[in-house]
């Protein structure tokens, strides 16, 4: 719980704002996509993946790099465009979990969206009803008791867990700012 209350103040530097765009096809599209996904520190030399094709199946390296950082456009079967900057611990835990593996998670792991992500609202909501969470920081961690006090709204602002499609493993993501904030 320390390195996520750390890692919660880390958050409050600001993040420059970048408009939706449409999901990148070409290589060299999907790399400057992926490089908008995290901080310059990140991505300046941070190995670039493209999703794989089928489910299970590998990563495509877009670049390769000598540091730990990953970065991955958006996911051509998400409908909307998110790239996203893993360590190696979310990293296991993102690929895992998109291929059906149980994840195995030894430490903490964080994530990098700029770009921010669109999510649902509350329960009762109606079933379309979504809007775009501005910039965040993700964490995953080896025991998901200690998510599940998190609050689950991520229309508040505040920090909350939730989880991929398909899956029940949940992470924390924390906001840094409104989208519409400047």
Not at 11 to 16: I, R, S
Not at 105 to 114: L, S
Request: hydrophobic share 40%; proline share 9%.
């Amino acid at each position: 719980m320390k390195l996520i209350t750390m890692v919660l103040f880390a958050a409050t530097a600001a993040f420059a704002q970048t408009a939706e765009s449409p999901m990148p096809v070409t290589d060299a599209e999907k790399i400057a996509d992926a490089l908008r996904a995290g901080p310059a520190f990140v991505t300046k030399d941070a190995t670039l993946l493209d999703w794989p094709s089928t489910r299970g199946s590998e990563y495509r390296v877009l670049r390769k790099s000598s540091t730990q950082w990953t970065c991955l456009p958006g996911d051509p079967g998400f409908p909307h465009d998110e790239p996203a900057c893993f360590d190696p611990a979310f990293l296991r835990w993102i690929q895992d979990s998109r291929a059906g593996r149980t994840p195995r998670i030894e430490r903490v792991g964080i994530a990098y969206m700029y770009a921010g992500a669109w999510v649902k609202t509350v329960k009762g909501a109606p079933a379309d009803h979504e809007f775009h969470v501005g910039p965040r920081l993700m964490v995953v961690g080896p025991h998901q008791d200690e998510f599940r006090g998190f609050n689950r709204d991520g229309s508040s602002g505040m920090p909350y867990v939730t989880h991929l499609p398909d899956r029940t493993d949940l992470f924390l993501v924390m906001p840094t700012r409104q989208w519409a904030e400047r």
